[in-house]
C-alpha cells in the first residue's frame, strides 16, 4: 500500500471515530505498528491530526478571523514558502503577462524568477512591487488604499482597475482553504481584489502551505474549482476531488 493511501485511510478513519490508537490502525492497514507510528508522525507534522501517547486524534475544523502581519508571516513555514515559490517562478514564461498578489508566499515566487524572463507583472504588492523592478522586469502596481499589516493595496479602486487586464496567469495567496468554503482570507476588500484578479485571469495559481488546508477564514474569494493549488505537502483526497493540486519538491 502507497504512503498516501494509508495517509488517507487513517484520516478517514479519524474523521468517523475522532480518536485511534497505533495497535487499531495497524489492524485495520495490515502493517506494522512502526510504520503507522511514522505516518502519524508525518502528518501530525502536516497539521492533519494531532499525535497523541498511544495513538492520534482528530483536528477538528479550525476557523479564525486573526491575521498575523507581513513581519510575522515571513517568519513561519520559510522553507515551504520558498519550495512553493521555486515550483510557481517556474510556470511563467516569456511574453506571460502575470498577477502576482500579495502576500509572503507570492514574494518568496519573486525571488525565484528568471532575470531573463520578458513577462509583465501587475501586483498589488508594495513589497513586490520594488523586487520586480530591481529584477529588471517590468512591473505595475495596482492604484487603491495601502493596507499596513499586510502590505497590500485594495479598495474599490484596485477592483475597478483590475476589470481592465487579462492577464495569462494569475498567482494569489490564501490563508485558509476548505471543501465547504473554498479560498478564504479574514479580510473582505483584500478579498474582494483576490476574487477579481482570478476572474481575470486565464490560469489560476493558488500558492499555500500545509498549514492553511482545513482552515476557513471569515470571507470566501474563490471556489477550489477556480485555482489549481501549489503547495509543499501532498493533500488529502478530498481536495483533490475538487481541484488540481501540485506538490512543490523539496
Not at 223 to 247: Q, Y
Request: proline residues 1%; charged residues 25%.
Amino acid at each position: 500500500m502507497l504512503t498516501q493511501e494509508r495517509h488517507d485511510m487513517i484520516i478517514n478513519y479519524l474523521s468517523e471515530r475522532n480518536t485511534a490508537a497505533v495497535s487499531d490502525l495497524a489492524d485495520m492497514l495490515d502493517t506494522s505498528e512502526s510504520t503507522v507510528r511514522r505516518d502519524l508522525t508525518a502528518l501530525d507534522r502536516m497539521g492533519r491530526l494531532r499525535k497523541v501517547h498511544g495513538g492520534a486524534t482528530a483536528i477538528k475544523r479550525r476557523h479564525t478571523v486573526f491575521e498575523n502581519d507581513v513581519l510575522t508571516k515571513s517568519t513561519m513555514n520559510t522553507a515551504e514558502k520558498q519550495r512553493i515559490g521555486r515550483a510557481a517562478a517556474a510556470l511563467i514564461g516569456n511574453d506571460d503577462f502575470v498577477f502576482i498578489d500579495a502576500g509572503t508566499t507570492t514574494s518568496a515566487m519573486i525571488d525565484h524568477l528568471n532575470e531573463g524572463l520578458r513577462a509583465t507583472f501587475v501586483t498589488n504588492g508594495i513589497v513586490h512591487a520594488k523586487k520586480l523592478i530591481q529584477k529588471g522586469f517590468q512591473a505595475y502596481i495596482m492604484g487603491g488604499q495601502i493596507k499596513l499589516t499586510t502590505e497590500a493595496v485594495v479598495g474599490t479602486e484596485t477592483v475597478a482597475n483590475l476589470r481592465k487586464y487579462n492577464f495569462t496567469k494569475t498567482f494569489i495567496g490564501t490563508n485558509g482553504i476548505s471543501v465547504e468554503s473554498g479560498y478564504t482570507t479574514p479580510d473582505a476588500e483584500e478579498a474582494a481584489v483576490k476574487a477579481e484578479a482570478m476572474k481575470r485571469g486565464r490560469r489560476n495559481y493558488v500558492l499555500a502551505d500545509h498549514s492553511k488546508f482545513d482552515l476557513t477564514c471569515s470571507v470566501t474569494f474563490g471556489d477550489l474549482s477556480e485555482g489549481i493549488i501549489i503547495t509543499d505537502e501532498p493533500a488529502n483526497n478530498k481536495f483533490r476531488k475538487h481541484t488540481i493540486i501540485r506538490e512543490a519538491e523539496a
